[in-house]
């Protein structure tokens, strides 16, 4: 297995072809977790989050938090949360690793009465900017402005005020934005046009069952009623439907048969709609499914939008399916601008893909063959994993640190279905 092997870096490699079987477990989803580990800062009693996913991202969103004041116990899926934060500065070497540190503005505004947090990094999936987060803050009274790197923003001693957030495009994190800082405000927000992701929606639920009042939730239109304080909660973080998507896809292109367990199938409606489009059996039940295929997928275009359309989080995985489809597919990536960076990686494998600036073609070929591939996004490395179960021989994948961003146990979950699936030097 490692004869590609020429340094020390660690790298996944996968014999392709073995039919995926059994039944596997999906995790508590990273992108609800996030913004709900972000609300210990406005949450000062009893926290209790449960179903959180051991991920690098996590692990560094609780690193920021402690760096801000908050004290954590994390044990096998829990983080309990006492505590307050101590200062208004976010760390800035922290930051940079995760886009998603981002969210830590508005609890942490709403909390010290001023937040300087650095501009993120993360995922290089184009520009990716924060002005909807800014116009947030500004829209509940709080003055911001940008020094060498940092957002700086901070309250007059009226505090946060309610207001009109009318967002100019659909944004996730700039309503889980809106969402936590409003909770907190004197007075009512409304906000329109807001993302209505599952993860949004468990930001709410949970915030609600703290003593917030929102409603609307699971709608475009939010309605907040200030309150004075937060009260002990205890939270489950919703099942991560992207990796349910993508176990999904990992059963349908090795042919094979999975039972997909701890999930919401609704949460998956149009993706599993598209999957059945391309000739896959697809049963879902009240917390699991099962997801089949026996023969060559057939193609389906698609374009991502936001919830409840094809998630672009899901975007890449389908590429590689559609890569092994039985004709010609036409993918249409409408939310980030560059978000096809694996598709020279993918070609590596034998996959044909023209693409036309947010459009690909995918040309199905009958059978991928393995390659050395390099990820270079989260999901990216997802795509070239299931290029790799589908190819014959051996592929290398590169680039882990993208993969352990949000796919927890992967390695033990595959190789459970029976992929030949090691990670290595
Ligand atoms: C979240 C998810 C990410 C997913 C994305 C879209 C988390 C931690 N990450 O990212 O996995 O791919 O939703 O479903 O939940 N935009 C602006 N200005 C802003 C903010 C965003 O123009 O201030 C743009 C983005 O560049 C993008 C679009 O809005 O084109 C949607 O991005 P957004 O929904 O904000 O993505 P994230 O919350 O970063």
């Not at 959180?52 to 004290?71: E, F, Q, W």
């Not at 009623?225 to 205890?234: I, M, S, Y």
């Not at 591939?373 to 070239?384: E, I, K, P, T, Y």
């Amino acid at each position: 297995m490692n004869s590609f092997t020429n340094n020390n870096i660690e790298k996944i490699y996968i014999t392709g072809e073995k039919k995926l079987t059994g039944n596997v477990n999906i995790s508590g989803a990273k992108n609800a977790a996030l913004p709900l580990m972000a609300l210990s800062l406005i949450i000062n009693k009893d926290f209790n989050l449960y179903n959180v996913p051991d991920l690098a991202d996590t692990r560094l969103m609780s690193n920021l938090l402690i760096d801000l004041g908050i004290k954590l116990n994390w044990k096998k899926g829990i983080l309990n949360f006492y505590g307050k934060p101590k200062k208004d500065e976010a760390s800035d070497d922290l930051v940079r690793q995760m886009r998603a540190s981002i969210l830590v503005l508005g609890p942490l505004l709403a909390s010290q009465g001023s937040a300087k947090v650095p501009l993120p990094g993360g995922c290089a999936i184009g520009s990716r900017p924060i002005d909807l987060h800014v116009m947030v803050m500004e829209a509940l009274g709080a003055n911001v402005s940008f020094d060498s790197g940092f957002i700086i923003s901070s309250l007059s001693n009226e505090g946060l005020k309610g207001g009109v957030i009318d967002f100019p495009k659909v944004s996730v994190g700039a309503t889980e934005s809106a969402i936590m800082t409003a909770v907190l405000a004197k007075g009512q927000t409304k906000i329109l046009n807001a993302a209505r992701e599952p993860e949004v929606t468990d930001l709410a639920n949970c915030l609600n069952k703290a003593g917030a009042n929102i409603k609307g939730i699971g709608t475009d239109i939010l309605i907040i009623n200030g309150v004075k304080e937060l009260h002990e909660v205890t939270h489950s973080v919703v099942s991560d439907r992207i990796e349910a998507g993508s176990f999904a896809i990992a059963s349908i292109i090795t042919m094979g048969k999975v039972q997909i367990n701890n999930i919401n199938p609704e949460n998956l409606t149009e993706f599993l709609n598209v999957l059945k489009l391309t000739g896959s059996k697809i049963e879902t039940f009240k917390n699991s499914m099962k997801v089949s295929c026996s023969q060559r997928p057939k193609p389906f275009d698609v374009s991502t939008n936001p919830y409840p359309g094809f998630p672009t989080d899901l975007q890449a995985q389908y590429m590689a399916l559609m890569a092994i489809a039985d004709g010609k597919t036409l993918i249409k990536e409408t939310i980030f601008e560059n978000r096809f960076m694996h598709i020279p990686e993918l070609m590596r494998m034998g996959a044909k893909i023209s693409v036309n600036r947010q459009e690909a073609e995918i040309y199905g070929v009958k059978k991928l063959k393995g390659a050395r591939v390099m990820a270079s996004d989260l999901r990216a490395s997802m795509c070239l994993i299931l290029g790799a179960l589908a190819a014959s021989g051996i592929s290398e994948i590169d680039g882990l640190h993208h993969l352990d961003r949000g796919y927890e146990n992967l390695e033990d979950k595959l190789a459970n279905l029976g992929a030949m699936i090691k990670r290595s030097n």
